[in-house]
């Protein structure tokens, strides 16, 4: 039988970045509160410098692609202090453009999956 309601990938998409920025707050919040340590090391001054320069579009790049470097992006937010604010207003509009593409291919999937086993 096929699946009787799969919720719509946008509405997926934008629920899903929602929780998942405010999870990237703790790396933000590890970004402002470790910035006189983080902030005097070599690497460190390197992502307050690229963060004070490209700081938005260094965010949304590093949101709206998967990668496991996240959770840097947070880290160098905060340290470089990026106001709140806009941290989560980029990092949702990155999120969300993620995780809707995601969902889409993942839906994709399930209607490619059930049309092959004949559902």
Known sequence: NP???????VTIGVVVAAGSVIGELTGYSTGVG???VIGN???GRILV???RRHGTLTVFCV???PNPLIDVGGIAAGVAGMSMRRFMTVMLIGKTINYITVAYIVS???QSLQQLLGA
């Open 3 to 9: 699946v009787p309601y799969v919720p719509q990938p």
């Open 34 to 36: 470790g910035r006189a």
């Open 41 to 43: 090391s070599r690497i």
């Open 49 to 51: 410098t690229l963060m």
């Open 63 to 65: 949101a709206a692609v």
């Open 108 to 110: 994709s999937g399930i």
